[in-house]
């Protein structure tokens, strides 16, 4: 089944957890400064490390038989940062990560048919710094090369996450959408219901759905707490209400803290699993937002019990 009509057919799709944060909080993990994870499949030891994050996030979808989300280690692979990490080519980084996780999807057996691996993008500049982000036809062009490089590596679907600002949206998805394959769009948004550019959420939905052809096959919200991306769409919905209908995902913060103060800060600031269970299923009950996983804060343990509660709510054991 392709991700596309998976989306259609499935209550809940579950999404990996935090990736990055655990490495970075990790004292044996060595982070490229310019292309973070995407380095570490080049090291024996970094290798194993990120895979052993991935078996773990797959161990709980297949424990409870709902299809998962996993995405490329390829969020900052864009060709200006794999040049500045000293690497091949922008092409050869991103289909090695692609590479990579198509191994381990294989390791699940049968159920590696439930598990979509999605190729991760991001901005070119600081997620939570809008007034870093590109215009809209430098954005398509500079993003279009690492586009091409995960579609033609066989993604499921190209993914663009952690978008503060709607003219490089915009740009990233004009870009994607001549790759051939469907493609998702995830921003980061403020409880008032804008992106942290100000533009408000529905009206970035309804821009971007307009001037990119194809459209996204849907957005989604991620690093923010589950209780922030309640209240940011219910306000978008009051002025647009079709959005539910387009923002199906979410990869939440175990934090409510504003992107502001969780950028850089040393301590994890997170909260009980079962916490975040129940916030994310509450979500899910009261805007029908079905794909579900966690951003900063979150491990296994978390998306383990995101997990368990959505299978007793469907009455499965």
């Known amino acids: 089944m392709d991700y596309a009509s998976r989306l259609q057919t499935s209550r809940i799709i579950l999404t990996e957890g935090a990736l990055i944060e655990r490495l970075r909080r990790d004292p044996a993990a060595q982070l490229d400064p310019h292309i973070l994870h995407a380095g570490l499949i080049y090291d024996p030891l970094g290798r194993e490390q990120l895979a052993g994050l991935y078996r773990r996030y797959l161990s709980v979808g297949r424990a409870h038989d709902l299809p998962m989300i996993v995405c490329t280690p390829s969020w900052r692979a864009n060709p200006e940062r794999v040049r500045a990490a000293g690497l091949a080519d922008t092409t050869a980084v991103n289909a090695d990560g692609c590479r990579f996780l198509a191994e381990i999807r294989a390791e699940c057996g049968d159920y590696a048919e439930s598990v979509h691996i999605g190729g991760l993008m991001g901005c070119r500049g600081d997620a939570y710094e809008p007034a870093e982000a590109l215009e809209s036809d430098a954005a398509a ?142 979500v899910h009950r009261a805007l029908g937002t079905r794909v579900l996983g966690g951003c900063c804060g979150t491990d296994d343990r978390h998306i383990r019990a995101l997990a368990a509660a959505a299978a007793r709510r469907a009455g499965r054991s």
Request: glycine content about 4%; hydrophobic content about 50%; proline content about 8%.
């Open 141 to 282: 062009e500079f993003h279009a090369p690492q586009a091409q490089a995960l579609a033609a590596a066989g993604v499921d679907f190209l993914m663009a996450a952690t978008l503060p600002a709607a003219s490089e949206a915009l740009g990233i998805a004009r870009a994607m959408a001549a790759c051939g394959v469907p493609y998702v769009l995830s921003f980061v948004v403020r409880a008032a219901g804008t992106l942290l550019d100000g533009t408000p959420l529905h009206k970035a939905v309804a821009q971007i759905d307009a001037a990119a052809k194809p459209p996204p096959l849907m957005y989604a919200v991620n690093c923010v707490h589950p209780a922030v991306f309640e209240a940011a769409l219910r306000q978008a919905a009051r002025a647009a209400p079709r959005v539910t209908e387009r923002v199906l995902g979410l990869q939440a913060n175990t934090s409510a803290r504003s992107p502001e103060e969780l950028d850089g800060r040393d301590e994890l600031d997170t909260e009980p699993p079962e916490a975040f269970a129940e916030q994310m299923l509450a």
